[in-house]
């Protein structure tokens, strides 16, 4: 099982809106809607920003929203800040071993 | 405040073994599947293995790469998730992260532990 892929990295200015994809199969993303997005910043530890493709846990910006089509899953995060800038990965369960694969990552920059 | 406290990273060398703890504080621990997530240096993330509740059984999976080597026990009275680590190999060097886990997300992550495996 392979990683899922990502763009390794994504940038925009402050304000704007920025997409990333993560693609998986039909065996992991296509096949669940169990589909989570993290951001991490250097040196921290990874943070829980989507969950089940489109749903945000208490305390994330609504800023952040997913979405899935086919084997893609998406990440876009909508008047781009600062704070932003940091590594995102997605994460989808899959019917075969590993239980859980992660994406490549893509960093995103604020320009 | 829900809080994940990793110990027990440290230099070994290769074929040694290695224990982590996790203890968590701030939620109920024993409903959460707890499951280690590692990061090598300069790479992405990558899940190792988990165990679920005992509600659902307490048991375990794993990664390809850590079976057989590695092995996930809890002790909910102590509130504390483990990771035993043999046979060490210089591919497991990483930040190993433990994660509490409701319905297949990491909800929650550690700050993490350094374990370097070298001569």
């Known amino acids: 099982q392979s990683a899922l892929t990502q763009p390794a990295s994504v940038s925009g200015s402050p304000g704007q809106s920025i997409t990333i994809s993560c693609t998986g199969t039909s065996t992991d993303v296509g096949a669940y809607n169990y589909v989570s997005w993290y951001q991490q910043h250097p040196g921290k530890a990874p943070k829980l920003m989507i969950y089940d493709v489109r749903n945000r846990p208490s305390g994330a910006s609504d800023r952040f929203s997913g979405f899935k089509s086919g084997n893609t899953a998406s990440l876009t995060i909508s008047g781009l800040q600062a704070e932003d800038e940091a590594d995102y990965y997605c994460?989808?369960?899959?019917?075969?071993?590993?239980?859980?694969?992660f994406g490549t990552g893509t960093k995103v920059t604020v320009l | 405040e829900v809080q994940l406290v990793e110990s027990g990273g440290d230099l070994v060398q290769p074929g040694r073994s290695l224990r982590l703890s996790c203890t968590g504080s701030g939620f109920t621990f024993g409903d959460y599947a707890m499951s280690w997530v590692r990061q090598a240096p300069g790479k992405g993330l990558e899940w190792v293995g988990f165990i679920r509740s005992k509600l659902y059984g307490g048991t375990t999976e794993y990664a390809a790469s850590v079976k057989g080597r590695f092995t996930i026990s809890r002790d909910d009275s102590k509130r504390v998730a483990y990771l035993q680590m043999s046979s060490l190999k210089t591919e497991d060097t990483a930040v190993y992260y433990c994660?509490?886990?409701?319905?297949?997300?990491?909800?929650?992550w550690g700050q993490g532990t350094l374990v370097t495996v070298s001569s």
């Open positions: 994660t509490g886990m409701i319905a297949n997300k990491f909800d929650d």
């Open positions: 994460s989808s369960y899959t019917s075969s071993s590993p239980l859980y694969v």
